[in-house]
């Protein structure tokens, strides 16, 4: 559910934080971004607004000063005024005393300025100051209207306008009028109604001088100076933020009067320009805070139903590495759902696994009974808690040969039905474990008294005792039990190699059986286990060594041949054949020791052919790994050609048990020595199983009557009966017998008497090294030839 890479990850909740910050900040940007898009957009929309309205208002005043002119003109084409007499200024005037008297006043001039006739304004009389017309008269020949200025005569505002007159006799005039604008009714400049009522309007001279501007600031601005100001200099065409003469700032657009050198300045105030740009900004915020508030919704939705489901089935998978009870909650959206049914049913199946493997872990899989392990620990935690318990280690006999015969399949079912007997023949608190193999351990709590101990054991010898029925096959079982009784002081791992060594006992006293363990037995394991690590290195550190016994002719007392008989000279002194040679053949070192006993004793024969002149044979012990080992003909053949020796130099000594082992692989194996020239001798006869069928099939040549058997010669009568008979079985089979451990005369005499065909033993030559071969040769001589 997590992936585990090697770097590590952020929270979801973390993930959701910074989502939301970022769509903030996007937000932001794009609420700043669209504001200031806003404010241009409504800056050139106020602009062109202002510009048009301007461009209105100019239009409007041009309208104005078109519709005096065209007032002006056809008065100026009067022939009283055309007469430029002052004789008829009453007709020339006549019916505007009333009008222009109260609006302005008016002058009829002559080519130079001077004046011919006026009308002055109301209550002025005739007394007015003389001005100077000609400052206002046009140059160019062509009327000239004004803009308001200041009148000479009143001082008003007003606006002075001058028309041309053609007078008689080629005379030249002009007609002056000056209209007070407040007389007129102009009192300012119209705010057209397409502009904010905020705005207001100025008309600047070509000195950019104030001349008019909106009617309710017309008195107090008309003819300020705009010097130092922003008005000093021209404005931009899409308009420029100005101060205003009260100091607040205005938005203004200028624009020039048609057919004047006139400007009119329309200005808003700065929260007119904006106002748009703010309720622009005003909705957008609106409109982010909206859009915030829905993400925090969200996110806190999301944490809800993903972030938080998320972060609890993390923690049960936390949780479940712990070993704990725990389950994943089925919450959130239907895929959290469905991932944590699909982990909570992982974790089901992994429990069960788990289960099974810690039942696999501490119980046997064929038996379903207790192993190894948890024996041990079932046996540890009774030591620690002080209680004493008895061990009882049992291994069946001869278990191999069911499973040879039978198949393994009958064997494992032998198995099972034996560990449910043993069930049966225990107390309730006793514990039956399979130790491996054919080896089964009891274990008893509590137990101190040895006759307890030794019922629990015929128990479990009797549970064997009825036939086992299966598969359609009949079988009987026996086994040795080793018994010991371990307290608070012992470990558990002495107590089963104890309980072991005490079954070994019990194999050794005759099966079946049992045997208590004792201090001797552990000395006697661990001298066991210091020659097994020893003998590993014997061959290398060459403490090997051969000694030979002369077989004699029984009746002549002529040396025969030798037996070749292995010696240890271990590292803390020598070693009995009898202690170290079976632990060469359970571990396996009897192989690599035969090989060597094979090559030294060749190269020995073939000296001692070369030394007598003849043919010595030695014999040499064949083990039952050696026998059933592939290629044995080959290593013999090997070892022959080798030492230089003959094929009737040596003869290879086998037991009936080593035939036994596999009867095919040794029956072939033999054949092919045979086929070499190799004599075979069968060693020990009469105290295996003596098989007479095996005895007729093998292929040997030679019979040697076990030492236990040539003992009792002249003392019990039986004997004489069995080595008399395996004589007569021998001869019959067309074989020569050996007799072995001849130590009397009297055992010496009955063998010739019996036919025996050769002997050897102390009586005649002991064990020693190949030099000695020659005086215990002529001592064996001798000794025949006294005896005869």
Same mark, same amino acid.
């Given at each position: 559910?997590?992936?585990?890479?090697?770097?590590?990850?952020?929270?979801?909740?973390?993930?959701?934080?910074?989502?939301?910050?970022?769509?903030?900040?996007?937000?932001?940007?794009?609420?700043?971004t669209?504001?200031?898009?806003?404010?241009?957009?409504?800056?050139?929309?106020?602009?062109?607004?202002?510009?048009? @309205?301007?461009?209105?208002?100019?239009?409007?005043?041009?309208?104005?000063?078109?519709?005096?002119?065209?007032?002006?003109?056809?008065?100026?084409?009067?022939?009283?005024?055309?007469?430029?007499?002052?004789?008829?200024?009453?007709?020339?005037?006549?019916?505007?005393?009333?009008?222009?008297? *109260?609006?302005?006043h008016?002058?009829?001039?002559?080519?130079?300025?001077?004046?011919?006739?006026?009308?002055?304004?109301?209550?002025?009389?005739?007394?007015?100051?003389?001005?100077? !017309?000609?400052?206002? $008269?046009?140059?160019?020949?062509? =009327?000239?209207?004004?803009?308001?200025?200041?009148? =000479?005569?009143?001082?008003?505002?007003?606006?002075?306008?001058?028309?041309?007159?053609?007078?008689?006799?080629?005379?030249?005039?002009?007609?002056?009028?000056?209209?007070?604008?407040?007389?007129?009714?102009?009192?300012?400049? /119209?705010?057209?109604?397409?502009?904010?009522? +905020?705005?207001?309007?100025?008309?600047?001279?070509?000195?950019?001088?104030?001349?008019?501007q909106?009617?309710?600031?017309?008195?107090?601005?008309?003819?300020?100076?705009?010097?130092?100001?922003?008005?000093a200099?021209?404005?931009?065409?899409?308009?420029?933020?100005?101060?205003w003469?009260?100091?607040?700032?205005?938005?203004?657009?200028?624009?020039?009067?048609?057919?004047?050198?006139?400007?009119?300045?329309?200005?808003?105030?700065?929260?007119?320009? *904006?106002?748009?740009?703010?309720?622009?900004?005003?909705?957008?915020? &609106?409109?982010?805070?909206?859009?915030?508030?829905?993400?925090?919704?969200?996110?806190?939705?999301?944490?809800?139903?993903?972030?938080?489901?998320?972060?609890r089935?993390?923690?049960?998978?936390?949780?479940?590495?712990?070993?704990?009870?725990?389950?994943?909650?089925?919450?959130?959206?239907?895929?959290?759902?469905?991932?944590?049914?699909?982990?909570?049913?992982? $974790?089901?199946?992994?429990?069960?696994?788990?289960?099974?493997?810690?039942?696999?872990?501490?119980?046997?899989?064929?038996?379903?009974?207790?192993?190894?392990?948890?024996?041990? %620990?079932?046996?540890?935690?009774?030591?620690?808690?002080?209680?004493?318990?008895?061990? $009882?280690?049992?291994?069946?006999?001869?278990?191999k040969?069911?499973?040879?015969?039978?198949?393994h399949a009958?064997?494992?079912?032998?198995?099972?039905?034996?560990?449910?007997?043993?069930?049966?023949?225990?107390?309730?608190?006793?514990?039956?474990?399979?130790? @491996?193999?054919?080896?089964?351990?009891?274990?008893?709590?509590?137990?101190?008294?040895?006759?307890?101990?030794?019922?629990?054991?015929?128990?479990?010898?009797?549970?064997?005792?009825?036939?086992?029925?299966?598969?359609?096959?009949?079988?009987?079982?026996? @086994?040795?039990?080793?018994?010991?009784?371990?307290?608070?002081?012992?470990?558990?791992?002495d107590?089963?190699?104890?309980?072991?060594?005490?079954?070994?006992?019990?194999? %050794?006293?005759?099966?079946?059986?049992?045997?208590?363990?004792?201090?001797?037995?552990?000395?006697?394991?661990?001298?066991?286990?210091?020659?097994?690590?020893?003998?590993?290195?014997?061959?290398?550190?060459d403490?090997?060594?051969?000694?030979?016994?002369?077989?004699?002719?029984?009746?002549?007392?002529?040396a025969?041949?030798a037996?070749? &008989?292995?010696?240890?000279?271990?590292?803390?002194?020598?070693?009995?054949?009898? %202690?170290?040679?079976?632990?060469?053949? +359970?571990? @396996?070192?009897?192989?690599?020791?035969?090989?060597?006993?094979?090559?030294?004793?060749?190269?020995?024969?073939?000296? !001692?052919?070369?030394?007598?002149?003849?043919? &010595?044979?030695?014999?040499?012990?064949?083990?039952?790994?050696?026998?059933?080992?592939?290629?044995?003909?080959?290593?013999? $053949?090997?070892?022959?050609?080798?030492?230089?020796?003959?094929?009737?130099?040596?003869?290879?000594?086998?037991?009936?048990?080593?035939?036994?082992? /596999?009867?095919?692989?040794?029956?072939?194996?033999?054949? %092919?020595?045979?086929?070499?020239?190799?004599?075979?001798?069968?060693?020990?006869?009469?105290?295996? !199983?003596?098989?007479?069928?095996?005895?007729?099939?093998?292929?040997?040549?030679?019979?040697?009557?076990?030492?236990?058997?040539?003992?009792?010669?002249?003392?019990?009568?039986?004997?004489?009966?069995?080595?008399?008979?395996?004589?007569?079985?021998?001869?019959?089979?067309?074989?020569?017998v050996?007799?072995?451990?001849?130590e009397?005369?009297?055992?010496?005499?009955?063998?010739?008497?019996?036919?025996?065909d050769?002997?050897?033993?102390?009586?005649?030559a002991?064990?020693?090294?190949?030099?000695?071969?020659?005086?215990d040769?002529?001592?064996?001589r001798?000794?025949?030839?006294?005896?005869?």
């Amino acid at each position: 559910m997590a992936r585990f890479s090697g770097r590590k990850s952020l929270p979801v909740l973390t993930y959701l934080v910074l989502i939301f910050g970022a769509s903030v900040l996007a937000l932001g940007g794009l609420v700043t971004t669209t504001t200031v898009a806003s404010f241009n957009s409504e800056r050139g929309r106020v602009a062109a607004t202002l510009r048009s @309205g301007a461009e209105l208002a100019a239009a409007t005043l041009s309208d104005e000063q078109d519709q005096t002119t065209a007032f002006l003109g056809p008065m100026a084409a009067q022939p009283a005024v055309r007469a430029l007499d002052p004789s008829r200024c009453d007709v020339a005037f006549a019916g505007l005393a009333s009008l222009i008297g *109260t609006f302005g006043h008016m002058h009829l001039l002559g080519a130079e300025g001077k004046e011919i006739c006026s009308l002055h304004p109301v209550g002025a009389g005739d007394r007015h100051p003389a001005v100077d !017309w000609a400052a206002v $008269l046009p140059r160019d020949g062509q =009327p000239v209207p004004d803009g308001p200025i200041a009148d =000479p005569l009143t001082g008003q505002l007003s606006r002075i306008l001058v028309m041309p007159v053609q007078g008689d006799g080629g005379r030249t005039g002009y007609l002056v009028t000056v209209l007070f604008l407040t007389g007129l009714g102009w009192s300012g400049i /119209d705010v057209p109604a397409s502009l904010p009522k +905020e705005t207001v309007i100025l008309e600047l001279d070509s000195a950019r001088t104030v001349v008019l501007q909106t009617s309710d600031e017309a008195r107090t601005l008309g003819g300020r100076e705009t010097s130092g100001s922003d008005l000093a200099r021209p404005g931009p065409a899409r308009g420029r933020m100005i101060k205003w003469f009260d100091g607040q700032e205005r938005f203004a657009v200028e624009v020039a009067v048609p057919g004047s050198e006139h400007f009119l300045v329309v200005a808003v105030p700065r929260n007119v320009l *904006t106002a748009g740009a703010q309720e622009h900004l005003r909705r957008n915020l &609106l409109l982010g805070a909206v859009a915030s508030i829905l993400l925090a919704a969200l996110g806190l939705l999301l944490h809800r139903r993903l972030a938080r489901p998320i972060r609890r089935i993390t923690s049960a998978i936390r949780e479940a590495g712990t070993g704990r009870e725990v389950w994943a909650p089925v919450e959130g959206p239907a895929e959290l759902g469905e991932m944590a049914n699909a982990f909570n049913q992982m $974790l089901a199946e992994r429990r069960s696994r788990e289960a099974d493997l810690r039942h696999r872990a501490t119980h046997d899989v064929l038996t379903g009974l207790p192993n190894r392990a948890a024996l041990s %620990e079932a046996l540890s935690q009774c030591l620690d808690e002080g209680r004493p318990a008895a061990v $009882l280690f049992m291994d069946l006999d001869r278990f191999k040969l069911v499973n040879d015969s039978h198949g393994h399949a009958v064997g494992d079912a032998l198995l099972i039905a034996l560990g449910q007997r043993l069930g049966t023949a225990v107390r309730p608190q006793d514990i039956v474990a399979r130790f @491996g193999g054919d080896e089964f351990v009891v274990l008893c709590p509590d137990v101190v008294d040895e006759e307890v101990a030794i019922q629990i054991a015929h128990r479990m010898s009797d549970t064997m005792a009825e036939a086992f029925l299966v598969e359609g096959h009949e079988l009987f079982l026996t @086994g040795s039990v080793g018994v010991t009784i371990g307290r608070s002081s012992d470990e558990p791992e002495d107590l089963l190699r104890d309980a072991d060594n005490a079954m070994y006992r019990a194999k %050794e006293q005759g099966r079946p059986g049992y045997a208590f363990f004792d201090a001797g037995m552990r000395d006697k394991s661990r001298r066991r286990l210091e020659l097994e690590q020893e003998l590993h290195f014997a061959l290398e550190r060459d403490e090997l060594r051969l000694v030979y016994q002369p077989v004699f002719d029984a009746l002549t007392g002529e040396a025969v041949g030798a037996e070749a &008989l292995l010696r240890w000279d271990g590292p803390r002194g020598p070693v009995a054949p009898a %202690e170290f040679i079976p632990i060469a053949e +359970e571990t @396996g070192l009897v192989i690599p020791i035969g090989d060597w006993v094979l090559r030294t004793a060749c190269h020995q024969a073939a000296a !001692w052919r070369r030394e007598f002149g003849r043919g &010595l044979p030695v014999s040499v012990n064949i083990a039952a790994r050696q026998l059933t080992r592939p290629g044995l003909a080959t290593q013999v $053949l090997v070892a022959l050609g080798e030492a230089g020796a003959e094929p009737d130099d040596l003869v290879l000594e086998i037991t009936e048990h080593g035939v036994l082992e /596999d009867f095919a692989a040794a029956f072939r194996h033999l054949q %092919e020595i045979r086929a070499l020239g190799v004599r075979v001798a069968v060693d020990d006869f009469g105290t295996g !199983w003596s098989s007479l069928s095996y005895l007729q099939r093998l292929p040997v040549d030679e019979l040697k009557i076990d030492r236990s058997f040539v003992a009792t010669l002249g003392v019990e009568g039986p004997s004489m009966a069995i080595v008399g008979s395996l004589v007569s079985l021998a001869h019959g089979l067309g074989l020569t017998v050996v007799a072995e451990g001849v130590e009397t005369d009297e055992q010496l005499t009955e063998l010739r008497r019996l036919g025996c065909d050769f002997v050897q033993g102390y009586l005649l030559a002991r064990p020693g090294p190949p030099e000695a071969l020659a005086a215990d040769v002529a001592c064996g001589r001798r000794r025949a030839g006294a005896a005869s």
